[in-house]
């Protein structure tokens, strides 16, 4: 049918053709025409014949590839039923050896699980101890023996045992040796080390910091200060000879190495103290330069005064201007002599009494400069937390710190400017009633002399 449908297009296809051949050649004659009609179909027909039988060839030739086709799904279809089958007798012989391998094995499989776990643990251990520092390349031997499904070797088994007894044997020991080391520059210098034990690593008068992931020894930026005088034992250490005392480090290394971040007072202040906290040092410099003035006025005056106490001379000081105050007025009356001498003593209270105030000030106010820093900074603080969560509280804890720094700093700034106060406030009341003293006394002896 399909067949029929072709060859009706072709003669359809065919006629037009003709039709349109016989339009475009123009014939003089009727006979010429019929000439050319006849021409036209022979070459037509001949044509679709062509086109029918290439037709009916492409036909059989796909007919061939769809049976083909046909024919290898046929093949792989039962070529996967006998690998199926296989697979199947291939899991049963699989599971009967690892039946019989059990059996073999008994505690052997056992022992293997123990010595893959005893090589990460070594691993593991070997890989952070300084003794790599010595002898480096240990740990990769027994990570990869930890890593192995199968069963060790002998050889194996012992290198696994050495290194564990060379660990042992190293941390009872005191070596020095020649390593490469990276300087506080980033250079890399070679220089004698000594190991203490797994402990610690020192050069000459300082501690040294073991880098586990790179394998290096560095030096350290910043040694411990603490205990006092650490240092000079490292120094004293390394050159005397036989038995000496060390401070050793029981973390190996970790409690030095976080001297790096250790921050000093000066650096704490420089870095969180903040425009609170300078201005704090700004008071409590000022309150000392005060404190230390009047210390040193009121000190020299007080000797000038107990010097003119015995003397009848008036001299320049507070004591000597009362006094000239009397012998200017000694010839009035007593009422008179007492105003002019009460007159004199205030006169003097400006001078003994200046500034004291302002201390007492100070030392009133720098606490509260203090409280007002540490709110700001943990007002700070907790905008941080609440913009970028509390994760870590170690960044909480550290902002909470710097922001008592400012506390600190108004207290230690009050206890000073507070006990000066004291000292020159007593030294000031002192004088202030010599002068009193003195000046009761030059009235009385007035009212003797009438």
Same mark, same amino acid.
């Given at each position: 049918m399909k067949m029929n449908k072709v060859i009706l297009t072709s003669l359809l296809t065919a006629a037009f053709s003709l039709t349109?051949?016989?339009?475009?050649?123009?014939?003089?004659?009727?006979?010429? @025409?019929?000439?050319?009609?006849?021409?036209?179909?022979? /070459?037509?027909?001949? !044509? &679709? =014949?062509?086109?029918?039988?290439?037709?009916?060839?492409e036909k059989n030739q796909q007919q061939k590839l769809l049976n083909d086709a046909k024919a290898e799904l046929v093949r792989e279809e039962e070529r996967s039923d006998?690998?199926?089958?296989?697979?199947?007798?291939?899991?049963?012989?699989?599971?009967?050896?690892?039946?019989?391998?059990?059996?073999?094995?008994?505690?052997?499989?056992?022992a293997v699980g123990v010595v893959r776990?005893?090589?990460?643990?070594?691993?593991?251990?070997?890989?952070?101890?300084?003794?790599?520092?010595?002898?480096?390349?240990?740990?990769?031997?027994?990570?990869?023996?930890?890593?192995?499904?199968?069963?060790?070797?002998?050889?194996?088994?012992?290198?696994?045992?050495?290194? @564990?007894?060379?660990?042992?044997?190293?941390?009872?020991? /005191?070596?020095?040796? !020649? &390593? =490469?080391?990276?300087?506080?520059?980033?250079?890399?210098?070679?220089?004698?080390?000594?190991?203490?034990?797994?402990?610690?690593?020192i050069g000459d008068t300082e501690y040294l910091n073991y880098n586990r992931r790179t394998n290096n020894v560095e030096e350290i930026a910043k040694q411990p200060k603490k205990p006092t005088g650490v240092l000079s034992i490292i120094d004293d250490y390394t050159s005397a000879s036989g038995f000496s005392l060390f401070p050793i480090d029981p973390s190996q290394g970790a409690i030095v190495n976080t001297e790096k971040n250790r921050e000093t007072w000066p650096e704490r202040v420089e870095n969180y103290a903040g425009i609170v906290g300078f201005a704090i040092i700004v008071v409590l410099a000022i309150g000392l330069i005060i404190a230390l003035e009047r210390l040193g006025v009121l000190s020299a005056t007080g000797a000038k005064m107990k010097k003119q106490a015995k003397s009848s001379t008036p001299g320049n000081n507070p004591l000597g201007r009362v006094m000239s105050v009397y012998m200017a007025n000694k010839d009035d009356s007593f009422e008179?002599?007492?105003?002019?001498?009460?007159?004199?003593?205030?006169?003097?209270?400006?001078k003994l009494e200046a500034r004291i105030s302002i201390i007492k000030i100070f030392a009133a106010v720098s606490p509260l400069m203090g409280l007002l820093g540490t709110v700001t900074g943990m007002i700070e603080t907790f905008q941080g937390i609440t913009l970028y969560g509390a994760g870590d509280t170690s960044v909480m804890a550290g902002g909470i710190s710097s922001a008592l720094i400012t506390t600190v700093l108004g207290i230690v700034a009050a206890i000073p400017l507070i006990l000066l106060h004291a000292i020159v406030s007593g030294k000031s009341k002192n004088l202030v009633h010599m002068l009193e003293e003195q000046s009761a006394g030059l009235v009385a002896q007035h009212t003797e002399g009438k």
């Open positions: 349109q051949a016989a339009e475009v050649q123009k014939a003089d004659s009727l006979d010429q @025409l019929l000439n050319i009609v006849k021409n036209a179909e022979r /070459v037509e027909s001949r !044509e &679709t =014949q062509q086109r029918i039988q290439r037709f009916r060839s006998r690998l199926k089958k296989q697979f199947d007798t291939n899991e049963v012989q699989l599971g009967e050896m690892a039946e019989q391998l059990r059996i073999k094995l008994g505690n052997l499989g056992e776990q005893v090589s990460a643990d070594a691993a593991a251990t070997i890989s952070n101890s300084i003794v790599s520092a010595q002898y480096p390349g240990r740990a990769e031997v027994l990570t990869e023996l930890a890593g192995r499904k199968e069963i060790p070797t002998i050889p194996e088994l012992r290198r696994l045992w050495l290194e @564990l007894q060379t660990e042992m044997t190293e941390q009872g020991k /005191v070596v020095t040796f !020649e &390593t =490469q080391l990276l300087d506080k520059t980033g250079a890399q210098v070679v220089k004698p080390v000594t190991r203490v034990g797994t402990f610690n690593l008179n002599l007492e105003l002019k001498l009460d007159e004199a003593v205030l006169k003097e209270l400006p």
